[in-house]
């Protein structure tokens, strides 16, 4: 396997890095942030750019397609036969949108320029979720040279991810018939605590996003003349936010936002906490003096994967502090991004909280309340008895290490689909968003080891599932 590592290696370097630098300065933004991306056509950019890479791997009998559902965005789906005797079929996943640049760079970096720096690359969707296909096709190019086996494997690069995969479904309908033999679900989208071993997610948060806009006037007024008598759209506001969050802790509100962690998921975030000394405590560019929440370590780990929370995401209706005047505004309009615990259903979440929003308007003021598609949490069924060991061997030959396994307090819709879907599969999502790779944020950036590593470890797991025999796909987890 040191010599797989070595090909794997080689061959990113020289092959991969590049074109995944090319696929960094496309903007291609995800369509809830790019209505107009038909137009813009940055994604039409990518899918072409990433499918004419894919059809040039040396992969016997690859094929590379591009599904259009009808008004939905497109997706790249490629299918790859087994060789060399490999059962079973696997589906891989990882998505090409992006998050829009978010904030002011650091001197040098620039959302669509990629940058190399050292090991590390900077640029808008590197590491989320560019490096993906580019992963998944290494391995199993990897494999192809070395006549490794391997089942038969099915691709799925999605360009709506970003907006909470309103588009997936229709891809997966599409891909029904296929699907149907499917037995190991790989998702490489998730994030890890370091950058030493293989993470594995056990969990994955939900979230509702929610535009909710205050009207109080036709425009705005001086606010020396009507402060103090029309009330503030801002102050409504508030008002409005302290009916699902407590201001003073955080905590949210509602009991359709809450839910009691497994005793398993608390004691393996105590271990965690203990081993890697409270990972979070420098996890994050937090300024100095700011406190975070939780009590310790292993609470921190458990907030960030099992508690709701709510986050001001953006704002409308409030100039820049440089252009403001004395004026009472005539609405002030939110975008809330709430995070749920990965066992609450995420539709009555959302329908829980509208409804507390919109009931009984502060002060008789307009409020509108307008949500996005909810994105359901994920809890990961235990692994059989094969997918165990082989995690243990595939973290062991692509980092040197055991595999590292933690909840996630982002959101990933496809394994929610996809385990509603196939019950019987086995699903596995991981991924390289570890310290400093800031994804969603700026300076966004890829370690190159750990996506080699990454994609040796894959190769290795592959192997594993394509090489099972009889009595191993029958034991039970």
């Given at each position: 396997m040191s010599s797989l590592y070595d090909l794997i290696e080689a061959r990113f370097l020289t092959d991969a890095l590049p074109a995944l630098s090319s696929y960094i300065e496309i903007p291609c933004i995800s369509?809830?942030?790019?209505?107009?991306?038909?137009?813009?056509?940055?994604?039409?950019e990518a899918i072409e750019q990433l499918s004419a890479w894919a059809k040039a791997r040396r992969i016997p009998g690859l094929s590379v397609e591009i599904q259009r559902p009808d008004d939905r965005s497109p997706a790249i789906v490629i299918d790859i036969p087994?060789?060399?005797?490999?059962?079973?079929?696997?589906?891989?996943?990882?998505?090409?949108?992006?998050?829009?640049?978010?904030?002011?760079?650091?001197?040098?970096?620039?959302?669509?320029?990629?940058?190399?720096?050292?090991?590390?690359?900077?640029?808008?969707?590197?590491?989320?979720?560019?490096?993906?296909?580019?992963?998944?096709?290494?391995?199993?190019?990897?494999?192809?040279?070395?006549?490794?086996?391997?089942?038969?494997?099915?691709?799925?690069?999605?360009?709506?991810?970003?907006?909470?995969?309103?588009?997936?479904?229709?891809?997966?309908?599409?891909?029904?018939?296929?699907?149907?033999?499917?037995?190991l679900v790989i998702c490489l989208d998730s994030g890890a605590l370091d950058y030493e071993r293989l993470w594995v997610t056990t969990s994955l948060r939900g979230n509702i996003?929610?535009?909710?806009?205050?009207?109080?006037?036709?425009?705005?007024?001086?606010?020396?003349?009507?402060?103090?008598?029309?009330?503030?759209?801002?102050?409504?506001?508030?008002?409005?936010?302290?009916?699902?969050?407590?201001?003073?802790?955080?905590?949210?509100?509602?009991?359709?936002?809450?839910?009691?962690?497994?005793?398993?998921?608390l004691a393996a975030a105590a271990q965690l906490s203990t081993e890697l000394h409270d990972p979070l405590a420098s996890h994050f560019p937090t300024l100095s003096g700011v406190q975070l929440m939780g009590r310790d370590g292993a609470d921190r780990l458990v907030r960030q994967s099992w508690s709701a929370a709510l986050a001001v995401t953006g704002i409308d209706g409030a100039p820049s502090t440089d252009d403001a005047g004395n004026v009472l505004r005539a609405s002030t309009c939110v975008k809330l991004s709430i995070r749920l615990p990965p066992n609450v259903d995420a539709v009555l979440a959302?329908?829980?909280?509208?409804?507390?929003?919109?009931?009984?308007?502060?002060?008789?003021?307009?409020?509108?309340?307008?949500?996005?598609?909810?994105?359901?949490?994920?809890v990961a069924p235990a692994p059989a008895r094969w997918l165990a060991d082989a995690l243990d061997e595939a973290s062991d030959v692509g980092f040197g290490h055991r595999p590292g396994f933690l909840g996630e307090g982002g959101s990933i819709p496809f394994l929610a689909e996809l385990a509603k879907r196939l019950p019987q599969a086995q699903l596995v999502a991981t991924g390289l968003l570890g310290p400093g790779s800031n994804a969603h944020g700026p300076d966004e950036m890829l370690h190159i080891p750990t996506t080699i590593a990454l994609t040796t470890a894959l190769a290795s797991l592959l192997t594993a599932h394509g090489g099972r025999s009889a009595a191993e796909r029958a034991a039970q987890p």
């Open positions: 369509p809830s942030y790019d209505p107009e991306w038909r137009k813009t056509g940055a994604i039409e087994a060789a060399a005797g490999g059962l079973g079929t696997a589906l891989l996943y990882g998505h090409l949108d992006k998050q829009p640049p978010l904030g002011d760079w650091a001197e040098g970096l620039d959302p669509f320029r990629a940058v190399r720096r050292d090991d590390r690359l900077y640029g808008r969707g590197g590491a989320d979720d560019g490096y993906a296909i580019f992963a998944a096709l290494g391995a199993i190019e990897a494999l192809s040279a070395t006549a490794a086996p391997h089942g038969r494997l099915l691709i799925l690069i999605e360009a709506s991810e970003e907006s909470g995969s309103p588009d997936l479904e229709a891809h997966l309908d599409l891909l029904s018939t296929r699907l149907d033999a499917v037995d996003g929610i535009t909710l806009e205050v009207a109080v006037l036709e425009h705005g007024i001086h606010s020396g003349e009507g402060g103090g008598v029309v009330p503030s759209s801002f102050r409504i506001l508030r008002q409005l936010l302290d009916r699902i969050e407590d201001a003073e802790t955080g905590e949210m509100l509602l009991d359709e936002l809450s839910a009691q962690p497994p005793e398993h998921h959302q329908d829980a909280v509208i409804a507390v929003l919109v009931t009984d308007p502060p002060s008789g003021a307009t409020i509108t309340a307008t949500p996005e598609t909810p994105a359901q949490g994920w």
